[in-house]
């Protein structure tokens, strides 16, 4: 017989993703500049590593299998997406702003009652998730209080004037 299992710790997190990447140069100019990470370091000519707020890495990038390298094709196995946690409304907006000022394509967005996610794809056609988290005790919930995730439209016109309302505030020119 074997013994009940015992759940992860609650407070367990992803620390980062390694992506394979195709071209280096390419794929770091866009984590820094269109996606605004920090870059942290180099490892020669084949690796670099991303983050926010001087963490060590949140994104590692590399070559080591991948260099000129086709994405894999649709229907088959792999990374479906990697999610981004912004901290509020207000910064997910800076990160759509930032993504139109650079006439990055987005796949979609969608509103899930837990949480607001903008979808785009990078240079390698990896999937990308940048979202904000609704605070929980707001997160919808069925007839018998079990979690009730949706997927409807988000109101992007609504979230970049959250840029507004924090610049009144702030000073900071968007």
């Known amino acids: ?3 009940p299992s015992i759940s992860i710790h609650p407070q367990t997190q992803i620390g980062h993703v390694h992506l394979k990447v195709s071209d280096l140069e390419r794929a770091v100019k866009f984590y820094t500049e269109v996606m605004g990470f920090d870059l942290i370091q180099r490892y020669g000519n084949s690796a670099a590593f991303v ?5 060590h890495h ?3 990038l590399n070559t080591w299998e991948s260099r000129n390298g086709k994405p894999p094709p649709h229907g088959t196995t792999g990374l479906y997406h990697v999610a981004i946690l912004y901290p509020n409304r207000t910064e997910l907006a800076r990160a759509f702003k ?3 000022d650079h006439e990055w394509p987005i796949d979609g ?3 899930h009652g837990v949480s607001e996610a903008i979808y785009l794809r990078d240079p390698d056609n990896n999937g990308i998730e940048i979202y904000c ?3 929980r005790d707001e997160w919808p919930k069925d007839a018998n209080g079990e979690l009730a995730m949706v997927s409807e439209p988000i109101d992007l016109e609504s979230l970049l004037k959250e840029l507004d309302v924090q610049d009144e505030r702030t000073g900071i020119q968007t």
């Open 109 to 111: 967005a969608s509103d």
């Open 51 to 55: 983050s926010a707020g001087g963490y």
């Open 98 to 100: 930032r993504l139109l």
């Open 133 to 135: 988290d609704r605070p």
């Open 58 to 60: 949140h994104i590692g």
């Open 1 to 3: 017989m074997s013994e």
